[in-house]
C-alpha cells in the first residue's frame, strides 16, 4: 500500500522517518521540498504537489503547522483526487470545528477521515515513542492501526473526529499552564534565596513526579530557547484554539486567557520562533538572563 505523509517539519520528519524506516512505501510532500531529502535517502518519494502525493495512495498523513495550512493543502480538488478507498489522518493541531467540518466534507465526498493529533517533542516522534489520540469509524481506525503502531502508542477517544482533537487541546492547554506555572514557582523560590534547580529536584521527584515536570523543569533551568522542540508562536495558536473551543461550548476556562497572553508577550517581543519556555524568562525584562540552577 502506498502512505503519503504530507507536511515535513520537525514533527513530521521524525513521523514520515519512522513509516520509511519500517520499509513501507512513502511518498511525502512539503511545501518546503528541500526538507524532505532525508526521506528521499530513506527511499520515500517526494511529490511536487499535494494532488500529486495523494494519488492511489492508500492512506494519507497529514502533519501541518495550523488550521489554514490543513485547509490550504487538503482542499477540495485534493481531496476529491484521493482513491474512494482511501484513509486521511489528520494528525496536526486544528480546531475542534475545523475537525468537524473536515469530517463532514470527506464524507460528502466519499472519503473517510480519521483525527489522530500526538503528543510529544521531535525527539520523540524520531523515537517512535509518540502518544497518538485517534477517533473516527471504527473500520477506518482498524485498518490504519498497523500504519499508526511504529510512531508511538494509540488511544481511541471515539467515532466522532474532533473528540480526538478537544483532547489534543486539553493536553497542550495543560502543558502550557504546566510551563507558566514552574516559572512563577521558580521566580519565586529563586526571589527567596532558593536555588530553582534544587527546589525542581524536590518538586519533580516528590508532589509533581511525572516525566513531563521533569522535563520541561530542565528545559526552563537550562534556558536552551534556541532549539526549539515547540515556538511560542505555535503555543499562543493552540491557546487561541483552546479559547475558541471554550467558547463554542460554552466552557469557562479563566486560565487560558493569562496563558495565551504570555505567550502573545512573546511574539511581540521577537520570541516567536523560540522555545515555547521562553515565557519563564519573561518576568525578568531581560529574556538572556541565564537561570541559576
Not at 490504519?144 to 492547554?173: C, H, Q, T
Not at 515547540?230 to 479559547?243: E, H, I, N, P, Q
Amino acid at each position: 500500500m502506498k502512505l503519503t505523509f504530507l507536511g515535513i517539519g520537525q514533527m513530521g520528519l521524525g513521523m514520515a522517518a519512522r513509516l520509511a524506516q519500517a520499509g513501507l512505501n512513502i511518498c511525502v510532500y512539503n511545501r518546503t521540498i528541500e526538507k524532505c531529502a532525508p526521506l528521499r535517502e530513506m527511499g520515500a518519494t517526494v511529490a511536487s504537489t499535494p494532488m500529486e502525493a495523494v494519488a492511489n495512495a492508500g492512506i494519507i498523513f497529514t502533519m501541518l503547522s495550523d488550521d489554514a495550512a490543513l485547509q490550504s493543502v487538503m482542499n477540495t480538488e485534493v481531496i476529491k483526487r484521493m482513491p474512494e478507498d482511501a484513509i486521511h489522518i489528520s494528525m496536526s493541531t486544528i480546531s475542534v470545528a475545523l475537525s468537524a467540518q473536515m469530517s463532514k466534507e470527506h464524507t460528502a465526498m466519499g472519503r473517510a477521515y480519521l483525527a489522530c493529533p500526538v503528543f510529544g517533542r521531535p525527539d520523540a516522534a524520531a523515537a517512535g515513542q509518540l502518544r497518538l489520540c485517534m477517533a473516527g469509524n471504527l473500520a477506518h481506525k482498524e485498518k490504519v492501526m498497523p500504519y499508526l503502531s511504529p510512531m508511538g502508542k494509540v488511544w481511541d477517544f471515539g467515532e466522532s473526529p474532533e473528540n480526538a482533537n478537544a483532547v489534543k487541546l486539553a493536553g497542550n492547554f495543560m502543558i502550557c499552564s504546566m510551563v507558566e506555572l514552574l516559572s512563577e514557582a521558580f521566580l519565586l523560590v529563586e526571589n527567596n534565596g532558593v536555588p530553582p534547580g534544587k527546589f525542581a529536584q524536590f518538586i519533580s521527584s516528590t508532589l509533581f513526579a511525572a516525566p513531563i515536570v521533569q522535563l520541561y523543569s530542565q528545559l526552563i533551568l537550562h534556558a536552551d530557547f534556541d532549539n526549539p522542540g515547540f515556538t511560542a508562536r505555535l503555543a499562543a495558536k493552540d491557546m487561541s484554539l483552546v479559547r475558541s473551543a471554550a467558547k463554542q461550548s460554552k466552557t469557562l476556562m479563566p486560565f487560558s486567557k493569562i496563558v495565551e497572553e504570555r505567550f502573545l508577550e512573546a511574539i511581540k517581543k521577537g520570541l516567536g520562533e523560540k522555545d515555547m519556555t521562553i515565557i519563564s524568562r519573561a518576568p525578568h525584562g531581560n529574556v538572556a538572563r541565564p537561570m541559576p540552577g
